[in-house]
């Protein structure tokens, strides 16, 4: 298992701002990934975060607007570029490993954009 | 494109019920199916995994089938309480790629 802490775990921002998540994991994992949820809504991925790698992103989402670091095995940050309202939602990152088949999630960053 | 179904009404029942929820899919051939559990302002907590080539898996009180032809999952929760209340989701996935999630179903377990 794997314990994941977010930051920060809410904010609230003014619209053409950035705001940058982090996501720290208590061990070393291979993949970590970064789901929005918005209200009423499933959970949808916006990119997959391997270490040494550029972050792959999902269809409807680009590099520009959500960019990602990942510096090493247990650490991740997603940055909210150019904020508009839309981009109000909770944000959570998950991390995944070899042999396993779980992913395990952060208690997310619910961020309002106004 | 993949879809998956749960039922988006919320699920009401009383303590020491069963609780079952349904978690339909199209255009996707799952490796494996997996049930998560979501409490208000948190993050989803991974309970039961299920593989395509098994029809059903129990962890305690928790039930899991799978049926590749319906393209259906049931997930049983026995005996019901009401710290069982939450909204349940079902993901979808094949070897260490991405899951696919629904939108998940609350279960409110009334005393």
């Known amino acids: 298992s794997a314990v994941i802490s977010q930051k920060p775990s809410r904010d609230i921002c003014q619209r053409g701002t950035s705001l940058t998540i982090q996501c720290q994991v208590d061990?070393?994992?291979?993949?970590m990934f970064w789901y929005r949820q918005q209200p009423g809504q499933s959970l949808t991925l916006i990119a997959t975060?391997?270490?040494?790698?550029?972050?792959?992103?999902e269809s409807g989402f680009v590099i520009d607007k959500f960019p990602i670091s990942r510096p090493n095995l247990t650490f991740s940050t997603l940055t909210v570029s150019n904020m508009s309202p839309e981009d109000s939602s909770i944000y959570l990152c998950?991390?995944?490993?070899?042999?396993?088949?779980?992913?395990?999630f952060g208690p997310g960053t619910r961020l309002t954009v106004l | 494109s993949q879809k998956i179904e749960q039922n988006s009404e919320a699920l009401n029942i009383q303590e020491g019920k069963t609780a079952t929820l349904t978690c339909n899919y199209t255009?996707?051939?799952?490796?494996?199916l997996q049930w998560y559990r979501q409490d208000p302002g948190r993050g989803p907590v991974f309970l039961l995994l299920?593989?395509?080539?098994?029809k059903e898996k129990r962890k305690e009180r928790l039930k899991v089938t799978f049926d590749t032809t319906l393209k259906q999952s049931l997930f049983h929760i026995t005996a019901s309480q009401p710290a069982d209340s939450a909204t349940y989701l079902c993901?979808?996935?094949?070897?260490?790629?991405?899951?696919?999630f629904g939108k998940g179903t609350m279960l409110l377990v009334s005393p």
């Open positions: 998950s991390v995944g490993d070899t042999g396993w088949n779980e992913q395990f």
């Open positions: 061990s070393q994992v291979t993949m």
């Open positions: 975060a391997n270490q040494g790698s550029e972050a792959t992103y």
């Open positions: 255009n996707y051939s799952p490796a494996y």
């Open positions: 299920i593989r395509e080539n098994e």
């Open positions: 993901a979808l996935g094949r070897g260490y790629s991405t899951l696919t």
